[in-house]
Antibody, heavy 120, light 106 residues
Framework: EEQLVESGGGLIQPGGSLRLSCAAS????????MSWVRQAPGKGLEWVAV???????RYADSVKGRITFSRDNSKNTMYLQMSSLRADDTAVYYC??????????????WGQGTTVTVSS | DIQLTQSPSSLSASVGDRVTITCRAS??????LNWYQKQPGKAPRLLIY???SLQSGVPSRFSGSGSGTDFTLTISSLEPEDFATYYC????????FGGGTKVEIK
């Protein structure tokens, strides 16, 4: 069974840093496109970042320059390093697998989410 | 950037009702349109990909249609577990979600 499990969320002060992890099982992160999506309280889904199988990354404008998406192939785990955190980064963060072109790059496997709260 | 506009933003319906949600793109996106269901406290769930293809394991009461700029998600007969928020997503260019449609119990 393909499964993603996020961890690392918590309460962090504005301006602080946090690293989220997403451990995969049943799928290989290095051969897939993988994404992070977030949902702020009372808001809709917001796509945050993607890492392609070749390692290239892309970021939403709202987080560009403050977030780094990486992976450790040996651990089959992805990471989202967040810095200069702001109150509007408060959200549940989900990692997800990007399906192939046949599936129009839809997000077909999701983790359960980890909550990040930015507050003093 | 391509924008997605969902309508309505919310609706009230009863079990057994037929429900239709629309998603309009600001420019043509071919069939690069996907639909998700989001329930409180749960991860999003892929329902429809490529505008009209049903994801494996999703009940057949869900269907999608459209191409170009106008798309529709239809639930043919609402079940109690279908009360949730539904999002469209375009993957033609930089991925983006629509604003969501909340389906509430009447």
């Amino acid at each position: 069974e393909e499964q993603l499990v996020e961890s690392g969320g918590g309460l962090i002060q504005p301006g602080g840093s946090l690293r989220l992890s997403c451990a995969a099982s049943g799928l290989i992160v290095s051969t897939n496109y993988m994404s992070w999506v977030r949902q702020a309280p009372g808001k809709g889904l917001e796509w945050v970042a993607v890492i392609y199988s070749g390692g290239t990354t892309r970021y939403a404008d709202s987080v560009k320059g403050r977030i780094t998406f990486s992976r450790d192939n040996s651990k089959n785990t992805m990471y989202l390093q967040m810095s200069s955190l702001r109150a509007d980064d408060t959200a549940v963060y989900y990692c997800a697998r990007v399906a192939t072109r046949e599936y129009n790059y839809a997000l077909d496997v999701w983790g359960q989410g980890t909550t990040v709260t930015v507050s003093s | 950037d391509i924008q997605l506009t969902q309508s309505p933003s919310s609706l009230s319906a009863s079990v057994g009702d037929r429900v239709t949600i629309t998603c309009r793109a600001s420019q043509t996106i071919s069939n690069y349109l996907n639909w998700y269901q989001k329930q409180p406290g749960k991860a999003p769930r892929l329902l429809i990909y490529a505008a009209s293809s049903l994801q494996s394991g999703v009940p057949s009461r869900f269907s999608g249609s459209g191409s170009g700029t106008d798309f529709t998600l239809t639930i043919s007969s609402l079940e109690p577990e279908d009360f949730a928020t539904y999002y469209c997503q375009q993957t033609y260019s930089f991925p983006l979600f629509g604003g969501g449609t909340k389906v509430e119990i009447k």
